[in-house]
Antibody, heavy 122, light 108 residues
Framework: QVQLQESGPGLVKPSQTLSLTCTVS??????????WSWIRQPPGKGLEWIGY???????YYNPSLKSRVTISVDTSKNQFSLKLSSVTAADTAVYYC??????????????WGQGTLVTVSS | SSELTQDPAVSVALGQTVRITCQGD??????ASWYQQKPGQAPVLVIY???NRPSGIPDRFSGSSSGNTASLTITGAQAEDEADYYC???????????FGGGTKLTVL
């Protein structure tokens, strides 16, 4: 059973870069059957998709965040990572990683990591 | 703003049937998936594709779609179904993904 676990600093200063890593266990990130994604949820608000990556390194980002986001993959470590630059308080959120299935006219996120709260504050 | 629209809140009496809807133009071309999120927990997939349930999801959860609207139906709602529910589908480009704003379900 595939499991995902987020890791990284829980506090980031304004204008700095937020960096998180998602470690995949119980399955290979290189299987080719799935994409790997980051989603975030500000306190008390809804889910916002950030972007996804394929094991080959191909990415697609939310247009509203594209200028600040970089998602990368390390197949040797079975991990993928998120970098979000120039953060502000509006980037304070629980950040989730998830596996994505994208098949013709369908897509779904399963499973999800437990999430990690990142607070942007000086 | 989200390209998928959900009612902010819905309530249902215990044991009754409730439908949670999600509207958006991309739903004319793509199926929605649905997620249940309880306080302090990560979202959990409950419906994907035309009407598929992951292992472990009770059969009282079902999905349907018509035109630009996708629906999640809970037949015989239980107290443990009280949660936030989010729909998800492709965006208008077909390459990206978007979530609905979420519906808070209260079981009375």
């Amino acid at each position: 059973q595939v499991q995902l676990q987020e890791s990284g600093p829980g506090l980031v200063k304004p204008s700095q870069t937020l960096s998180l890593t998602c470690t995949v266990s119980g399955g290979s990130i290189s299987s080719g059957d799935y994409y790997w994604s980051w989603i975030r949820q500000p306190p008390g608000k809804g889910l916002e998709w950030i972007g996804y990556i394929y094991y080959s390194g191909s990415t697609y980002y939310n247009p509203s965040l594209k200028s600040r986001v970089t998602i990368s993959v390390d197949t040797s470590k079975n991990q993928f990572s998120l970098k979000l630059s120039s953060v502000t308080a509006a980037d304070t959120a629980v950040y989730y990683c998830a596996r994505v299935s994208m098949i013709v006219v369908e897509n779904w996120f399963d499973p999800w990591g437990q999430g990690t709260l990142v607070t942007v504050s000086s | 703003s989200s390209e998928l629209t959900q009612d902010p809140a819905v309530s249902v009496a215990l044991g009754q049937t409730v439908r949670i809807t999600c509207q958006g133009d991309s739903l004319r071309s793509y199926y929605a998936s649905w997620y249940q999120q309880k306080p302090g927990q990560a979202p959990v997939l409950v419906i994907y594709g035309k009407n598929n349930r992951p292992s472990g999801i009770p059969d009282r959860f079902s999905g349907s779609s018509s035109g630009n609207t996708a629906s999640l139906t809970i037949t015989g709602a239980q107290a443990e179904d009280e949660a936030d529910y989010y729909c998800n589908s492709r965006d208008s480009s077909g390459m990206g993904v978007v979530f609905g704003g979420g519906t808070k379900l209260t079981v009375l």
